[in-house]
């Protein structure tokens, strides 16, 4: 019914840059909450940044200052900057879209990987 496709992952030196990119497809209301969360191996999944469709954002405390969220509605589509990254960022993210109160939807994730 709905189905959310990451891309931009892959390998990167530490205070290096990348996008993800996350498209929406399907039938999903409009008043929504799209997002990231990233996992480790062996860690919990944990959220990275959130936008609602007005553009309240919501990060944690560890990407603040150098993650930055943002979604284009016309696509149905949310971003992450991501910039000085480090080995710690290392993880598979994956895109969350959340109708609250009623429904939410993952995609399949893209690996993210900061290492010399």
């Known amino acids: 019914q709905v189905q959310l496709v990451e891309s931009g992952g892959g390998l990167v030196q530490p205070g290096g840059s990348l996008r993800l990119s996350c498209a929406a497809s399907?039938?999903?209301?409009?008043?929504?909450?799209m997002g990231w969360y990233r996992q480790a191996p062996g860690k919990q999944r944990e959220l990275v940044a959130s936008?609602?469709?007005?553009?309240?954002?919501n990060y944690d405390d560890s990407v603040k200052g150098r993650f930055s969220i943002s979604r284009d509605n016309a696509k149905n589509t949310v971003y992450l900057q991501m910039n000085s990254l480090k080995p710690e960022d290392t993880a598979v993210y994956y895109c969350?879209?959340?109708?609250?109160?009623?429904?939410?939807?993952w995609g399949k994730g893209t690996l993210v990987t900061v290492s010399s």
């Open positions: 399907g039938r999903f209301f409009s008043s929504n909450v």
């Open positions: 969350n879209l959340v109708v609250p109160g009623t429904r939410e939807y």
């Open positions: 936008i609602s469709r007005a553009g309240n954002t």
